[in-house]
């Protein structure tokens, strides 16, 4: 099993910045992809960006240029994912989500964090 903790969110005004941190441990040698999902009252979660264990990275077109995906994988016992958001807008306010991927389920994903509220004023 892998367990996600993520941190960092809360209330900023509309062209400020946030950190979010994601720790994933337990398992984590079962992880492909990590990834950032969002959730808006009334609308459906988004995956907002993802890295492969290679670092590859993928935005989703409303953040990009915004967002920037990061991963940590120095330690044996816990992966590390960042998401760096500058210039936010009151369209980011969304609950969001870390997410995990795991080896041989495509691209599901398999382990989820509690979720971190990011609220933007304008």
């Known amino acids: 099993q892998v367990q996600l903790v993520e941190s960092g969110g809360g209330l900023v005004q509309a062209g400020g910045s946030l950190r979010l941190s994601c720790a994933a441990s337990?398992?984590?040698?079962?992880?492909?992809?990590m990834g950032w999902y969002r959730q808006a009252p009334g609308k459906q979660r988004e995956l907002v960006a993802a890295?492969?264990?290679?670092?590859?990275?993928?935005?989703?077109d409303s953040v990009k240029g915004r967002f920037t995906i990061s991963r940590d994988n120095a330690k044996n016992t816990v992966q590390i994912v960042y998401l760096q958001m500058n210039s936010l807008k009151p369209e980011d306010t969304a609950v969001y989500y870390c997410?995990?991927?795991?080896?041989?389920?495509?691209?599901?994903?398999?382990?989820w964090g509690q979720g971190t509220q990011v609220t933007v004023s304008s």
């Open positions: 890295i492969t264990r290679g670092g590859i990275t993928t935005y989703t």
């Open positions: 997410a995990a991927n795991r080896v041989g389920a495509g691209g599901r994903y398999d382990y």
């Open positions: 337990g398992s984590i040698f079962m992880i492909n992809a």
